[in-house]
C-alpha cells in the first residue's frame, strides 16, 4: 500500500483490534512463518537443522503446527527430531542402578558417576538452540518496540490508537520499555499504558461491586467483559486467539 511506513501502520491497526496488540502481530507473524515453513521449508536442510537443534517447537509454537494441510509436513520435521532424541539415547546409556552384577554394585557405591550420565543425557536432550519461531519474534518485537519508540509522542495518532486500546500485556509492555530511553516516547509509552490500567482497575471494581447480591438487579455496562481483558492485560493471550488458522491436520 502506498505510504504504508512499515511497521508503524501495522501497530496503528492492532491497536484499533481487541486484544494486545504486540501479542496479536507476533502472532501474525509466526502463523506465517510456520506457513512458510510448512510449504516451503519441510526439506529445507538449514531450518530443518536449526529445528532439530531445538529439539522442535517450543510449547505455544508447536499449536501453530496443527492446521489444514501441515500433517505431512510436521511428520516429516518431527520424524527428523525424533531421530535426533534416539541417537542421543543411544549416546547416553543409562545403566539400572539395581544391576545384580559387579559393575552395578561399584555403580551403587559410586552414586556420583551415573548421576553424571543422566545429567549429561538431560542436557543434551535440552534445546541447543531457541525455537524458530521465538527468533523470529524476538526480531518482530524489536521491530516493532523501535517504532513505537521513534513514533510515540503524546496526543499523536499512534498515542491516541494505543490509549484507546486495551493496550499491552504486562510481558511486552515490560520488553518494550526495557528498550526505550528517556524521553517523550518513553513518557507516552508509560502514560498511555498507566491510563489502560487505571481503566481496566475501575472496571475491574465495578464489575465485582455489581456481583454483589446488593446490586444485582443492575445491569453490566462496558465492564462485563472487564474478568477477560484484564487476564490479557496481565498475561496476554493465547497465540490462537490472533491467528485464524484454525483447520486440523487431515
Ligand atoms: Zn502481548
Ligand atoms: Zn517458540
Given amino acids: 500500500m502506498a505510504g504504508r511506513i512499515p511497521y508503524y501502520h501495522d501497530l496503528l491497526e492492532a491497536f484499533a483490534e481487541p486484544g494486545c496488540a504486540m501479542c496479536r502481530l507476533l502472532a501474525v507473524s509466526a502463523d506465517k512463518l510456520v506457513d512458510t515453513v510448512l510449504y516451503e521449508g519441510v526439506n529445507d536442510v538449514p531450518t ?9 517447537y517450543c510449547h505455544s509454537h508447536a499449536q ?13 520435521m518431527m520424524d527428523g527430531v525424533l531421530k535426533v532424541l534416539l541417537r542421543t539415547l543411544a549416546a547416553n546409556p543409562v545403566e ?45 518485537l524489536g521491530h516493532y518496540g523501535r517504532t513505537l519508540h521513534q513514533h510515540l509522542a503524546p496526543d499523536n495518532e499512534l498515542f491516541q490508537v494505543y490509549v484507546a486500546s486495551d493496550g499491552l ?16 516516547a518513553l513518557t507516552a509509552l508509560v ?35 472487564v474478568w477477560q481483558r484484564s487476564l490479557t492485560a496481565v498475561s496476554g493471550a493465547p497465540i490462537r486467539t490472533y491467528v485464524k488458522s484454525k483447520g486440523l491436520t487431515q
Fill in 96 to 140: 539400572q542402578a539395581g544391576a545384580s552384577s559387579v559393575r552395578g554394585l561399584l555403580r551403587r557405591a559410586n552414586v556420583k558417576v551415573s548421576h553424571t550420565a543422566v545429567q549429561k543425557l538431560v542436557a543434551d536432550l535440552s534445546p541447543q538452540a531457541e525455537c524458530p519461531v521465538c527468533v523470529n519474534e524476538a526480531e518482530m
Fill in 64 to 76: 501453530l503446527l496443527i492446521r489444514a494441510g501441515g500433517a505431512l509436513g510436521t511428520t516429516i
Fill in 191 to 225: 502514560t498511555a499504558q498507566q491510563t489502560i490500567w487505571q481503566r481496566l482497575h475501575e472496571q475491574s471494581d465495578e464489575f465485582i461491586r455489581k456481583n454483589d447480591h446488593r446490586f444485582r438487579g443492575e445491569p453490566f455496562g462496558v465492564e462485563e467483559d
Fill in 169 to 184: 500485556c504486562l510481558n511486552h509492555f515490560r520488553q518494550v520499555l526495557a528498550d526505550g530511553l528517556p524521553g517523550p
Fill in 48 to 56: 530443518r537443522e536449526q529445528l532439530n537443534a531445538a529439539r522442535g
